[in-house]
């Protein structure tokens, strides 16, 4: 009966470790396709979060204007980087508009990222090259989406990918990581459903 329970248990240690090789690569080969948007905030203060949505929505109107006719994630980086400077500036006009005392940095930048969920899609946590804004002493909550294919700036402003959204990223992934984001985004709506009827029980 031991050596049952031990067999059984080497097969599910293999079984898991099979599925965490296979989730690494999927992530691995999404992050290799695919440019995020990363906005830190000064703080967590209202006043300093409040200023991080402002920055979000100046400098996402004057990037997807850019943007318009990239085709891959690196003629996007290649336009980001010639225009750095501008995105910067905008980013400061911003906050001094709205009286802060801090400055805006800007860089295209290797950053971890937790799971994340798009409406239906969920990327997986994990190293993806992003542009990445910090203001101020960048201490506070974060804010982030995905620059490359362009599911920012669709729809109803960060919350919704549309079709067009949609065709483009089946296009740059393979069959297998777009299933698997699909997947995985049912997984955290039904999750978050079942969590709901749990609480209000």
């Not at 999404?30 to 979000?56: G, P, T």
């Not at 990581?177 to 029980?201: A, H, P, V, W």
Request: proline share 1%; charged share 30%.
């Amino acid at each position: 009966m031991k050596k049952v329970v031990i067999g059984l248990l080497l097969v599910l240690m293999l079984l898991i470790a099979s599925n965490v090789h296979r989730e690494q690569n999927i992530q691995q080969g999404i992050s290799e396709k695919i440019l995020r948007f990363h906005v830190l905030a000064n703080s967590d203060s209202d006043e300093d979060q409040e200023v991080k949505i402002k920055v979000r929505d100046g400098v996402g109107v004057y990037v997807e204007e850019l943007l318009a006719q990239s085709d891959s994630r690196k003629e996007t980086e290649h336009i980001l980087n010639d225009n750095m400077d501008e995105i910067i500036d905008r980013a400061n006009e911003i906050l001094n508009e709205n009286g802060m005392k801090y400055q805006a940095t800007a860089r295209i930048a290797q950053v971890e990222f937790p799971d994340k969920t798009y409406g239906r899609y969920t990327f997986p946590a994990g190293s993806y090259r992003a542009l990445q804004i910090k203001l101020g002493k960048a201490a506070g909550h974060n804010w982030w989406c995905v620059l490359y294919p362009n599911l920012c700036f669709r729809g109803t402003m960060y919350e919704e990918v549309d079709d067009a959204a949609d065709e483009k990223l089946k296009e740059v992934l393979s069959a297998e990581e777009y299933k698997d984001i699909i997947d995985s985004g049912e997984f955290e709506i039904k999750f978050k459903f079942l969590e709901y009827l749990s609480f209000t029980r």
